[in-house]
């Protein structure tokens, strides 16, 4: 599958990586073409279906506004699921395996639907939980609360991170007095307006830090926060989320005590007492994000995590990802493999040898965990879908070392060899490759049927 290139270009001032990058047959390249071998073996084809499927626009929706969250859906594309099989679930129970800050779950409350979910870090439990689960808090109390929080008193700032990096002095004062105030809230206090503040307060910390996410967490050169940044955006937040719950308690009061859970558990290994109409999910993209380390910061403040090997605890009990600790992958045992898989694994394995040089040469393992890891959520969840339901699933392809892994296809695989359907494969967006940025990748909306 692979393929010379003609005009192999060598320059003494460019570094091995960007030869590579520069050499790459893979220059031009289309995951459509590259798809062609696998989807003739599927014996389907990819739809196009161009929609917003991005965390971006629920900014501006009520409740999903609450946290900033780069990697989430968004809550119009749960919708749309929603709208398109309302003939087919009277009032479905939902699913979502890998919950993050809870846009299905908060989308499935919306519209009366009962909702399960799994998620392994903390910080993004805790997210999910609250804003799923403080809609009857009166807003008028939240705002007294605030109104009256005790700012004499500080809560240090978390001692592993490097927080003197990563705000101005005058900016982490002033969050450690606004922390201390909530902290020292009285246990009489209703916790689920403590639950609020802190949420409140987690949702303006990057803001502003010295920080970005875009989506991996940063250092920004460029950026300037007012030393008074914390109180304004505070103030700002807490105000939006009280016009939130009295939008909540006048349009959607019936759906207030729908039963929402999310689960501190691992969707490779949670056994649900439940059964599933819909399972709707975004599961991590292989070679991407580090949902961790990208929410340390969050993680650190919220009390979430005390030090780092706390943090790598969690990271490397998730998908996979490729920040993932050498240890796991060379103790790894696969339990699922198929001949796409191994052909990829030898042909990463072959194309890293020829570099000499890669940033994880174990990635071939990598990959495979991956996979492994997406086979046993699928052995937890299947079971667990009532027949005619459906599992649709928002993922993105690869390229890695000049190979392209179609994840797509694959999960799709996956869901054969355990009994679904294959009901349709859309695509949503183009992409580009991180590693070569000519190369189209794309992101797709698997639906498979039980
Ligand atoms: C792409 S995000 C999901 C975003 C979600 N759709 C939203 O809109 O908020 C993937 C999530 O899966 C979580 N995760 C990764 N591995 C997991 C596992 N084994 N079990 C449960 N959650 C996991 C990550 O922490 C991350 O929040």
């Known amino acids: 599958m692979q393929q010379e290139n003609m005009f192999p270009i060598v ?22 073409i590259d798809s062609e071998p696998y989807l003739k073996k599927l014996g389907i084809d990819i739809l196009n279906k161009k929609q917003p499927i991005q965390f971006s626009p629920n900014v501006n929706e009520a409740i999903h506004r609450w946290a900033p969250y780069v990697q989430g859906f968004s809550a119009s594309f749960v919708q749309s699921v929603f709208d398109q099989y309302k003939n087919d679930y009277k009032n479905p129970t939902v699913l979502d395996p890998f919950t993050g800050c809870g846009t299905v779950q908060v989308q499935s409350k919306l519209n009366g639907y009962k909702s399960f979910g ?15 689960n403080s809609w009857d808090v009166s807003p008028k109390e939240l705002l007294k609360v605030f109104n009256k ?53 987690s949702s303006i910390l990057v803001d502003v830090s010295k920080l970005k996410r875009s989506p991996c967490l940063g250092y920004s050169k460029s950026k300037k926060v007012d030393p008074h940044a914390p109180f304004v955006l505070m103030n700002q937040k807490v105000y939006q989320i009280i016009e939130d719950l009295k939008i909540i308690q006048s349009e959607f009061n019936d759906f207030i005590s729908i039963p929402s859970q999310v689960f501190l558990s ?6 649900h007492s439940n059964k599933f109409d819909l399972v709707i999910t975004s599961p991590p993209y292989m070679n991407g994000l580090d949902y961790v380390i990208n929410y340390k910061i969050e993680m650190g403040w919220l009390n979430f995590a005390d030090n ?30 198929n001949d796409w898989i191994e052909d990829i694994k030898s042909s990463i394995q072959s194309n890293i040898l020829r570099r000499g040089k890669y940033r994880r040469q174990d990635m071939p393992f990598i990959v495979h965990k991956y996979f492994d890891d997406m086979y046993k959520v699928f052995k937890m969840v299947v079971p667990k879908i009532e027949n005619g339901g459906r599992f649709i699933l928002v993922v993105g392809d690869s390229l890695i070392a000049d190979v392209y892994v179609p994840t797509d296809l694959l999960i799709a695989q996956i869901g ?35």
Do not use: W
């Open 416 to 450: 054969k060899d355990l009994g679904l359907n294959i009901e349709k494969i859309e695509k949503a967006r183009n992409r580009r490759s991180g590693q070569i940025r000519s190369y189209k990748l794309r992101e797709t909306i698997i639906t498979l049927r039980k």
């Open 266 to 271: 691992n969707s490779m290994e949670y056994n």
């Open 149 to 201: 929080l005790d700012l004499s008193h500080h809560t240090k700032a978390p001692r592993f991170l490097k927080s003197e990096k990563q705000f101005s002095k005058e900016v982490l004062s002033n969050l450690e007095v606004l922390k201390g105030g909530i902290d020292s809230l009285s246990s009489r206090t209703n916790k689920k307006i403590i639950d609020l503040l802190n949420l409140a307060f």
């Open 118 to 132: 799994t998620e392994l870090n903390p910080l993004l439990k805790f997210i999910a939980e609250t804003k799923l």
């Open 308 to 337: 780092q090997t706390e943090l790598k605890k969690v990271k490397d009990e998730m998908v996979v990802c490729d920040n993932v600790s050498k240890g796991l992958i060379r103790n790894f045992q696969p339990i699922y493999s």
């Open 11 to 32: 320059a003494k001032e460019y570094t091995a990586r960007q030869i590579n990058i520069i050499n790459s047959p893979k220059q031009l390249g289309h995951c459509d």
